[in-house]
C-alpha cells in the first residue's frame, strides 16, 4: 500500500455550452487540484478559435487541440476539453486511461447560454439548431470516451461540482 495520495485528475467532456468551465473550476478546488481549459491554452498559443477557423480550418486546429489536450493530462488536474475535442480520434485515444465526465444539456437549457457568443460552429441563421445537429453527431464519441454523466440542464452548477467530486473521490 502506498502511502502517497493518487492524484484526483479528471476530464471534462461535452457540447459546448453545457457548463465544462464553470464546473470544471468547482470541481478542480474541491478536489484541490488545477484547472486546465484547452481551449484557453490554444487561444493563448495561437489566437482566438474563430481567427484559427478562418485561416488554418478545423483539421488543423483539431491537430493543435491533441497537442494541447496531450500536455494538460501529463500535467494532471481538472481538465476542460473544448466541444469538438472528441471528434479527433487521437485526442479519444489519449482520454482512455483518465477519468471522464460527459457534461450533457438539454437544447432548451443551452439556448441562453449560447446567445451572443462567437462560436464559429453556431454562425447560424438558428443557432440552437445548428448546436442541436451538432450535438447529436457527436453523441457518441462522448459517450466511447464517458466514464460517467452529469446533466448540467436545470441543476445549480455548485450542486453539480459537489457530485462530481465525490464521484471522483470514489474512484481513488
Known amino acids: 500500500m502506498t502511502t502517497e495520495a493518487e492524484p484526483l485528475d479528471i476530464v471534462l467532456v461535452g457540447p459546448m455550452g453545457a457548463g465544462k468551465t464553470s464546473v470544471g473550476r468547482r470541481v ?3 478536489l484541490g487540484v488545477p484547472f486546465i481549459d484547452t481551449d484557453k491554452r490554444i487561444v493563448a498559443a495561437h489566437g482566438p478559435i ?46 482512455r486511461d483518465h477519468p471522464v465526465v460527459f457534461l450533457t444539456v438539454s437544447a432548451d437549457a443551452v439556448a441562453d447560454r449560447i446567445r451572443g457568443t462567437n462560436r464559429p460552429l453556431l454562425a447560424d441563421d438558428d443557432p440552437v439548431a445548428r448546436w442541436t445537429s451538432i450535438f447529436e453527431a457527436r453523441r457518441p464519441w462522448y459517450e466511447e470516451v464517458a466514464t460517467a454523466t452529469f446533466d448540467t440542464s436545470r441543476r445549480p452548477m455548485q450542486r453539480i461540482a459537489d457530485e462530481i467530486a465525490t464521484w471522483r473521490r470514489t474512484l481513488a
Open 50 to 95: 474563430p481567427a484559427i477557423f478562418a485561416e488554418h480550418g478545423e483539421e488543423r486546429f483539431r491537430e493543435w487541440e491533441r497537442g494541447v489536450v496531450a500536455e494538460a493530462l501529463a500535467e494532471g488536474g481538472v481538465v476542460s476539453l473544448g466541444g469538438g475535442a472528441v471528434t479527433d480520434a487521437g485526442t479519444r485515444d489519449l482520454l
Open 28 to 30: 478542480a478546488r474541491r
